[in-house]
Each structure stands twice: as structure tokens, then as C-alpha cells.
């Protein structure tokens, strides 16, 4: 690409779901960033666009002021349950379908951006934004994620390390759960225990290879 995106053509870019890199536009719109290479139509229905590797990299790099949707003013830009939140989204069929659309499309950006299509290791975006991957794959798979007042439920949180998230969970079993499900999704996890407090968590990092 040789020339920057246009103001309006950067507006859609920024307007991308943080998570899964789906485009909001009008056709023309949409149909500039797929010729500059920045976008691309998903050839199953209902053929959404979204960015690619390049349009991504334009999205990080450089952010410019986003223009505030009715979607985004009203709370619409999906974020992941990390636990423990005082104003979680509800739970039932709409958080359920956001939650599996969001998995997949993760999915769609692991096998866009590694070199050989692979989507069972973690990509570039889950790396910068650890606890939301972590906390996405964990509610993709139906783990209840701990309520603003409960012990029970995952908890997903950062640490001082880099490249590696806490996850806690009350429940033994369910704390095995949550790093079968990681491992399963393309993290290194390791159980730790707590030295003052004697309770157990884990420590999960993406896989590199």
C-alpha cells in the first residue's frame, strides 16, 4: 500500500470489532479496503469483511480518535467475561451467540495471520491483549466466569510477567477444567499456589509453537 487510508476509510478500520476484525461500513466503503488489501469478504454467508493482517497492523499502529457509534455508546463492542465485573452483559442465547461469534472469528484471524493457516496456536492479537484472549477462550467453552460478589467463577487477571495471565478459580475441579480448556486453545499452563494464602491458580502463557 503507498498511499494512507482516507479519514472515512480510517474511521471503518478503527470501527472494527477489537476482537475478531469485523468491518461496519457501507459497500463502497468496504469494497475500497478490500482493493487497497486492507480488507477481505468472507466467502460464506452472510459475507462479512474484515481486516486483514495489513488492516490490523493500520489499526495498531496508529490510532486515531474513533467516531462514536450507537453501538459503542451504548456498551455494543464485545468484551469477553474476565470475572468478577459489576456490570456484566447478561447471560442466555443473545451472550451466547456474541461469545461463539467472537471464538470463531479468532479462529478466522489465527489462520490469516500464521504462515501455514494453522488456528491451534494463539496469534499476534491474543499476545497483546492477554486477558481478554485468555478470558474468551474461557467463555467460549461454557466456564462461568465469578460474579462481582461471588468466589465461584473463573477470574482472568494480568500479572508482572510477561506473556502470562493469572486465572482463578475456587473450585479444584473446575480450576483442571480451565487449563485443559487453555491448553486446549494454545496456552502453556502451569498450577501454582498462593504462599500467603495456600489457594491455587494458574498461570497460563500463548504457545509459540
Known amino acids: 500500500?503507498?498511499?494512507?487510508?482516507?479519514?472515512?476509510?480510517?474511521?471503518?478500520?478503527?470501527?472494527?470489532?477489537?476482537?475478531t476484525g469485523r468491518l461496519r461500513?457501507?459497500?463502497?466503503?468496504?469494497?475500497?479496503?478490500?482493493?487497497?488489501?486492507?480488507?477481505?469478504?468472507?466467502?460464506?454467508?452472510?459475507h462479512d469483511h474484515f481486516l486483514t493482517p495489513t488492516g490490523h497492523r493500520i489499526r495498531e499502529a496508529e490510532p486515531a480518535p474513533p467516531a462514536q457509534t450507537e453501538d459503542t455508546a451504548a456498551g455494543g463492542v464485545f468484551a469477553a467475561r474476565t470475572g468478577g465485573?459489576?456490570?456484566?452483559?447478561?447471560?442466555?442465547?443473545?451472550?451466547?451467540?456474541?461469545?461463539?461469534?467472537?471464538?470463531?472469528?479468532?479462529l478466522e484471524l489465527r489462520r490469516m495471520t500464521s504462515t501455514d493457516g494453522a488456528v491451534d496456536r494463539p496469534?499476534?492479537?491474543?499476545?497483546?491483549?492477554?486477558v481478554q484472549a485468555a478470558?474468551?477462550?474461557?467463555?467460549?467453552?461454557?466456564?462461568?466466569?465469578?460474579?462481582?460478589?461471588?468466589?465461584?467463577?473463573?477470574?482472568?487477571?494480568?500479572?508482572?510477567?510477561?506473556?502470562?495471565?493469572?486465572?482463578?478459580?475456587?473450585?479444584?475441579?473446575?480450576?483442571r477444567a480451565c487449563a485443559a480448556t487453555l491448553e486446549a486453545a494454545g496456552w502453556q499452563v502451569g498450577e501454582h499456589t498462593e504462599p500467603r494464602t495456600r489457594a491455587r491458580y494458574l498461570l497460563a502463557s500463548p504457545r509459540r509453537a
Open 25 to 46: 461500513g457501507t459497500e463502497a466503503q468496504l469494497a475500497a479496503l478490500v482493493k487497497r488489501g486492507l480488507a477481505f469478504r468472507h466467502p460464506r454467508p452472510p
Open 135 to 175: 478470558a474468551l477462550a474461557l467463555e467460549a467453552a461454557g466456564h462461568p466466569p465469578a460474579g462481582p460478589d461471588s468466589a465461584d467463577g473463573y477470574r482472568v487477571r494480568a500479572t508482572p510477567q510477561p506473556e502470562a495471565v493469572a486465572v482463578h478459580e475456587s473450585d479444584g475441579a473446575r480450576l
Open 85 to 106: 465485573e459489576e456490570d456484566a452483559p447478561r447471560s442466555g442465547p443473545t451472550r451466547l451467540r456474541e461469545v461463539r461469534g467472537a471464538w470463531q472469528g479468532l
Open 123 to 130: 496469534c499476534g492479537w491474543e499476545r497483546t491483549h492477554l
Open 1 to 19: 500500500m503507498t498511499r494512507p487510508p482516507t479519514a472515512a476509510q480510517r474511521r471503518v478500520i478503527d470501527g472494527a470489532d477489537p476482537v
